[in-house]
């Protein structure tokens, strides 16, 4: 009965989305200010109808009613409850549901909090936030439907991959997803000015925090993947170049971009077309990242081809919203004047340089992902682009921009000088040739190119600080003046630090895990010893145990260092129940100089176990980057000026942040 | 994510070995130096079964076959580019992770580059450009409404 509930809110939600397609539009076009007031209802309550929907199917699950077949394929009656739940969103029907109740919710939150907009930009904005959802929401109806019945419900289902029973992959998807339809608003910002006929630095103040946000449950969302990646995949790797990594990590870099551009259209009315260009793009590359990931074309044109329904439907979705974007930008783009000049050498002009580098690095990862496909459906000729293709392309793209990241803040607005930049960045520039010295000295292996992405991140990282210091005239006023000046930095500039910051630690990770990687491949008996990056192993024996949903079977490795004792660790290999598959645990040992990773391997005829141990050099770092960069965004959120029309306080605030 | 690729997998039901990072300790040369040689070479070759991974990251049965193919060769004194060209030859261009540049992949190629020098050519141009029109007609001009709220917010701010 709940479950019939839920799809009946769904199809009413597809018809107040309908709605408030149709009637605010008007409205706005017409200039009725009642017509165009009914966007709020409409948005809230397409909210609460997909919001019921989505809790239906989620009590389906909690109570494993498995006459629901989506439930019936997709849990079990013995998972954690965690995972019934997380079950929702591990499937395709469910996790569309998830992507239009996330979609619902934003459009919800621009009506609740928008109440400084524009009354005819508001309408326009949830029209065409309603347009997404009527899309998609036929789809789920028409072609995924998570509310379909079974006439002879099994007595238990058929459970989730085991491999997925996880915390950092349960909440994976949802952020992933709070990341791509963040980009909605961004992009019904855009279709909105354009209708309008005018853009202002106001509209980029009202785009950029639901940019800021979409970008922060991206940033986080990615990481989270490749965190599970890092731990759960049995090696430590933590970043592909696969299809579907990439299909999340471009509307990301379009996004970073984004966000660039919109400072330079808010501060300066420049670059008002490109931001909105990128608007556009960076929501079609998520359409496209949906396309890719549902369709099933990654896997093989071929795979697409047997099954075309939900493929076709997706691809007209996004062609439509990419190519009536795209059509109404070359239509009204004329109409729309750009605002001040400026010199190259600007804070204005590093963030072309930043939109030109991330663009291209962009365009660099979608020509790799999609170029095997077009290329097999134009010509039936199978190529593969792998991780060494994207090394020797998408990074060149990153050096220059991050070298030329710490000026940017240096840099003043209009006409910036880039002698007293460089003047501030030279205690960075020191301590990155002194790390460029030492992992010459220091590395006789690895890569030859990794010393100077060492020194590229610490000189990202002390860069940014020296900024800071320069922002609070560390060491040239009094401790007391420094402190007071901290205390009354812009939230926005503390988060630009934070960001920047976490950009340069993850830079050093990334290098140093690349390129310092031990490893100690070798098969090991109950007894013996072995040794990898100043730690000894000692291997007792084999263990078996069983969990909730689960039997495995642990080795237990004591391990020292300089015979003093570190930690125990005991990686493991599982065999689930339901589905039955085997997955491997990985032992791992973190500590600040990077992590000790221990895989168990298979028995061999001898009676030793093969055993894979890693030292993976920095390599959270990785990941704490990530999080600064998403605490960045919070922060700089939670800067009044950038809440949606909060106006200043005191005229003295808006001062200091005019002059910045 | 990985993630999305099992999913994929799983509702295509396709069959995956995701325990990565596959060599095995029978396999490694006990020279070191030919060892990560043949690394270096895994790495760049595609498991031909498998969805985008490298011989290197595969368990399944013919990366094993690779791997031991690439040593084998190598022992033998092959160069490092003898190897590749020989399981091109055996098995196409597509084992290689790296397309090699030809008229069918010009495009992938060029586009990083294209790209590159078009968005200079149009971001650029917009730099050091005066504005079009004066200062004074850049200004939108309000509405009525925008003026009043404007007024009440300068009242606001005081």
């Known amino acids: 009965m709940i479950i019939e509930l839920g799809h009946f809110a769904l199809i009413l939600a597809l018809a107040v989305a309908v709605f408030q397609m149709l009637v605010p539009a008007y409205g706005a076009s017409i200039a009725n200010r009642r017509l165009m007031a009914t966007a709020t209802t409409a948005a809230l309550a397409q909210f609460g109808l997909i919001a019921i929907a989505f809790l239906s199917l989620v009590h389906a699950y909690v109570v494993s009613d498995f006459s629901v077949l989506n439930v019936a394929q997709n849990s079990h009656s013995t998972k954690p409850l965690i995972y019934k739940i997380s079950g929702v969103w591990g499937n395709h029907e469910g996790s569309m549901l998830l992507w239009v109740l996330i979609l619902a919710l934003f459009g919800a939150a621009v009506a609740a909090f928008g109440a400084n907009l524009p009354p005819s930009l508001k309408a326009r904005v949830l029209a065409v936030q309603a347009s997404i959802a ?111 990594e990439n299909a999340s990590f471009m509307p990301w870099l379009a996004g970073t971009a984004l966000l660039h551009s919109a400072l330079v259209m808010e501060k300066r009315e420049s670059l008002k077309l490109w931001t909105i260009l990128l608007a556009i793009l960076t929501f079609s590359l998520s359409l496209m990242g949906t396309f890719l990931v549902r369709s099933g074309v990654l896997s093989s044109v071929h795979a697409f081809a047997v099954d075309p329904e939900r493929g076709i439907f997706v691809l007209s979705i996004m062609v439509m919203f990419t190519g009536g974007g795209l059509a109404l930008f070359a239509l009204r783009a004329a109409d729309l004047r750009q605002g001040g000049a400026f010199a190259p050498i600007s804070r204005e002009g590093g963030l072309v340089l930043n939109n030109i580098l991330l663009s291209t690095a962009c365009a660099t990862v979608l020509i790799g992902t999609l170029y095997p496909l077009a290329l097999e459906a134009v010509t039936g000729e199978k190529i593969s682009v792998g991780a060494p293709f994207f090394n020797l392309t998408f990074l060149p793209l990153m050096a220059p921009l991050l070298i030329a990241l710490p000026f940017g803040p240096l840099l003043a607005w209009k006409r910036g000088d880039i002698a007293t930049a460089a003047q501030l960045l030279k205690v960075a520039g020191v301590l990155a040739a002194a790390t460029l010295v030492v992992a010459f000295a220091y590395g006789q292996k690895g890569i030859w190119l990794a010393p100077f992405g060492l020194a590229i991140g610490v000189w990202v990282m002390a860069g940014t600080i020296s900024e800071l210091a320069a922002r609070i005239k560390l060491g040239r006023a009094s401790r007391e003046e420094s402190l007071r000046r901290l205390v009354n930095l812009p939230r926005s500039a503390l988060g630009t630090t934070l960001a920047h910051f976490g950009v340069g630690l993850m830079t050093v990770g990334v290098v140093a895990t690349s390129a310092y990687l031990n490893e100690n491949i070798l098969v090991l008996k109950p007894g013996e010893k072995t040794e990898i990056a100043g730690y000894t192993l000692a291997f007792k024996g084999i263990s078996r145990a069983k969990g909730p949903n689960y039997v495995e079977q642990s080795g237990e490795f004591i391990v020292t260092r300089d015979g003093a004792a570190v930690t125990t660790l005991f990686p493991s290999k599982r065999l689930y129940d339901s589905p039955p598959q085997p997955t491997t645990e990985a032992g791992i040992h973190a500590s600040w100089r990077g992590d000790l990773y221990t895989v168990l391997g298979d028995p061999q005829p001898d009676g030793g176990f093969s055993v894979r141990l890693y030292f993976h050099p920095f390599v959270r770092f990785i990941w704490l980057g990530a999080v600064l960069m998403f605490l960045g965004g919070a922060v700089s959120l939670s800067d009044r000026r950038l809440r949606v029309g909060a106006p200043s306080r005191a005229s003295g605030k808006a001062a200091t942040a005019a002059a910045e | 994510m990985r993630f999305v690729t099992l999913l994929l997998a799983s509702i295509l039901g396709l069959g995956f070995a995701f325990d990565a990072r596959a060599v095995e300790p029978g396999e490694i040369l006990p020279d070191a130096a030919l060892e990560t040689r043949a690394r270096t070479i895994s790495a760049e070759l595609r498991c031909l079964v498998c969805q985008n991974q490298s011989i290197d990251d595969s368990n399944a049965p013919l990366a094993k076959d690779l791997r031991v193919l690439v040593r084998e060769r190598l ?52 730099i050091g450009k005066p504005a079009t029109r004066g200062a004074g007609a850049q200004a939108e001009k309000l509405t009525k409404a925008e003026e009043e709220k404007l007024r009440s917010l300068l009242k606001l701010d005081r």
């Open chain 1, 134 to 244: 009527v899309a998609f929401c036929s789809f789920i109806i028409l072609t995924s439907n998570p509310f379909l019945r079974l006439a002879n419900p099994p007595s238990d289902g058929r459970g989730l991959n085991p491999i997925l029973q996880d915390p950092a992959l349960a909440f994976h998807p949802p952020f992933l997803y709070a990341g791509y339809v963040g980009f909605s608003m961004a992009f019904s910002f855009a279709i909105a000015a354009l209708i309008e006929g005018r853009t202002n630095a106001a509209w980029a103040r009202w785009v950029r925090p639901w940019t800021l946000a979409a970008w922060m449950c991206l940033t986080i969302g990615i990481a989270m993947g490749s965190w599970w990646a890092y731990y759960e995949l049995g090696w430590g790797g933590w970043w592909f170049w696969d299809p579907v």
């Open chain 2, 75 to 126: 022992k033998a004194g092959e160069s490092d580019r003898a190897v590749i060209d020989y399981i091109v030859a055996r098995y196409g261009d597509f084992v290689l992770l790296k397309p090699p540049l030809n008229s069918h992949t010009l495009l992938l190629w060029l586009t990083p580059l294209l790209c590159l020098v078009g968005l200079s050519y149009v971001l650029v141009r917009s």
